[in-house]
């Protein structure tokens, strides 16, 4: 798979809410091949989350291989530690890691762990795999930013059924107490937890009005259409003084048919043949011919 | 070898005027502030326990009071630190190390972030409050957590020392900060060093080794030895992690045993890096003081006396592993 990379910022909205589909469709085939070669990993969580990934790092984020190490680099926590697969294919996708490196994920002493560290993989700024210890992390990062009077920007994603641990809530209460317009939060709002959904787990609605009242300013997209991720988080903070909240409505699995909103596909690893049924749904979504992928 | 040490002006260090470490702490901590603009405070709304209330003057911008959240105060310090701050979190040790242990470990530790871990009032110094409020479990728990330098001051010198040393170098740190009253041990030009023992009182029968709160203790009871003719070596042990492997091997080899007493359980911390360094380097007989159970109702200071802590009750250890009576 090539580096991908991200399109000039001029480029007109359609071309490059193509260019992000397109990529996304190349991280999903290259994360399905790391999961089935790896033999573990949460391909459900990844295929939820791969889209918002793509928009960040394609278009949002202002932070590149070149300034990976810049103190004034816009930071991206990705909270859900677990989707790690999804971060590294993204990561790589954009240059930050080779590409080949991939094949190492799992792989005894590989850099590439389950869960990712800021240590060893150049772009990941928090060893997360815990739930709930993203969002405070990332209200610290903003309030550092405000104390340099900096312009640096800080996005966590979450998943749904982690806003289950407290932490969340603690950190969301200081983050509007400090005014962090530069905080963007996206929760992964695909409904399903480990073995069931969030609703009949424990549940989290009505989100909006949880955040609302927090203190956010909340907004709500499909988080698998690069067009309205691309507009509201180019377009954050939507109010001056408060923090943005941003719920990406998504599905597990997305858009394997086999796999969408199936709670079982939050950890399981596709047989050769789900393997080459997934391969194939996803060339079927080639813009064209010629994009596809190579036998 | 002692010069570190500084005399006792009243001939007893027991009889010397005693000090509560937070002033040592805010006062360093306040120097370190205006020197380096990196340096700020975070708290659980722990600004009167921490007596950072003219810190918080001085600087109101930077003293970041995340409410009482410990889980979010340790997580929003990891994340300063990644935006280039320096932040000590200054909060009663009980729930610092107990609620925020998972971010202790993932958020600061293992990913390696410049966060300075300030547990105030640890140990019994809550006395009468209970065991919800005192930490004895801190040292054993954080000893047992790779990358993170574990620090217990003896008094408001080594309080100073050891803050000035953690702001200058690049890690995660946790450092122990007393409210129960100390008198002064060290010189005013000790220099902190992480992991180095420091040998207060020379003596080749046997060896105290102690820290925090109870190490003038050690040296009262060092005192009482000599009377009788007992020489004992005191060592001051300030880093439980990484313990000075070559001080405790030393004594282990040039005195006949060793005794550690600390503000702490008596399983996994001072006593128990000893513990694991005579084993696998020289076994002696060793005792481990300390505090052994929930404790009852009473003051720090009685409590550490009710645990043999007191400096006869040291002596009396002391005397056990001589088989001196």
New interface residues.
């Given amino acids: 798979m090539p580096v991908l990379g991200r399109l000039d910022s001029s480029a007109r909205r359609e071309d490059q809410v193509a260019h992000l589909a397109e990529v996304a469709r190349q991280i999903r085939i290259q994360d399905l091949k790391l999961v089935h070669h790896g033999g573990a990993g949460h391909i459900g969580g990844d295929f939820s989350a791969i889209d918002i990934l793509t928009v960040l790092y394609g278009a949002v984020l202002d932070v590149s291989p070149a300034t990976v190490e810049d103190p004034e680099r816009d930071r991206f926590i990705l909270s859900k530690g677990h989707v790690a697969g999804a971060l590294y294919t993204t990561l790589a996708t954009f240059g930050f890691l080779p590409v080949e490196e991939l094949a190492t994920f799992l792989q005894p002493l590989s850099r590439l762990n389950g869960h990712p560290n800021r240590v060893k993989v150049p772009g990941v700024e928090a060893n997360t795999g815990p739930l709930g210890h993203g969002l405070p992390i990332a209200v610290g990062h903003a309030l550092s930013a405000k104390l340099d009077v900096s312009r640096r920007r800080t996005f966590v994603l979450t998943g749904d059924g982690e806003l289950q641990e407290g932490s969340n809530w603690e950190a969301m209460m200081a983050a509007s107490q400090h005014e962090l317009d530069s905080l963007t939060v996206i929760v992964d709002r695909n409904r399903l937890q480990q073995g069931a959904t969030t609703r009949e787990t424990n549940d989290l609605d009505p989100l909006d009005a949880k955040a609302a009242a927090f203190g956010f300013s909340v907004v709500e997209v499909n988080g698998h259409d690069h067009g309205e991720l691309l507009d509201v988080l180019s377009a954050v903070p939507f109010r001056p003084g408060k923090p943005t909240f941003v719920i990406a409505h998504t599905h597990k699995g997305h858009p394997i048919s086999f796999m969408s909103n199936n709670v079982k596909w939050h950890h399981k690893v596709p047989d050769a043949e789900q393997y080459q049924q997934a391969l194939d749904e996803l060339d079927a979504l080639a813009p064209d011919r010629d994009a596809r992928r190579p036998a | 070898m002692t010069l570190t040490a500084k005399a006792p002006q009243t001939g007893s260090i027991a009889d010397e005027p005693r000090h509560d470490c937070r002033n040592a702490y805010v006062e360093t901590l306040a120097d370190l502030a205006r020197a380096d603009h990196r340096i700020?405070g975070v708290v659980n709304d722990s600004v009167g326990s921490s007596k950072l209330d003219a810190f918080k003057k001085a600087f109101p911008?930077?003293l970041?009071n995340?409410?009482i959240?410990e889980?979010?105060m340790?997580?929003?310090?990891?994340?300063?630190?990644?935006?280039?701050?320096i932040?000590f979190v200054s909060a009663a040790s009980c729930f610092l190390t107990a609620r925020a242990l998972?971010?202790i470990k993932?958020?600061v530790a293992?990913?390696?972030h410049n966060v300075k871990l300030c547990g105030m009032s640890p140990g019994v110094a809550y006395g009468e409050l209970g065991p919800t409020h005192h930490s004895i479990e801190d040292l054993a728990w954080l000893r047992a957590i790779d990358n993170l330098t574990v620090v217990v001051p003896a008094d408001p010198v080594e309080t100073a020392a050891a803050m000035r040393w953690a702001a200058a170098t690049e890690g995660p740190v946790f450092i122990r900060v007393s409210r129960m009253g100390v008198p002064v041990v060290y010189r005013e030009d000790y220099e902190f060093v992480p992991g180095r023992a420091v040998t207060l009182r020379d003596g080749q029968d046997v060896t105290l080794i102690s820290n925090g709160t109870v190490l003038w203790r050690a040296l009262a009871a060092a005192e009482q030895l000599a009377q009788e003719g007992i020489e004992a070596r005191v060592l001051s042990m300030p880093t439980v992690k990484p313990v000075d492997v070559q001080a405790v091997v030393a004594a282990a080899r040039e005195t006949e045993g060793i005794v550690t007493a600390e503000e702490a359980t008596r399983a996994g911390g001072l006593g128990g890096a000893v513990a694991e360094t005579v084993v696998e380097h020289h076994p002696t007989r060793m005792r481990i003081l300390g505090i052994p159970e929930f404790a009852p109702t009473g003051a720090a200071g009685f409590l550490l006396d009710r645990y043999g802590m007191s400096p006869d009750g040291i002596a009396d250890a002391a005397r056990k592993v001589l088989r001196r009576r």
């Fill in positions: 700020v911008d930077r970041i995340v409410g959240a889980q979010d340790v997580g929003v310090a990891a994340g300063l630190a990644s935006g280039g701050r932040p998972e971010q993932a958020d293992y990913s390696d």
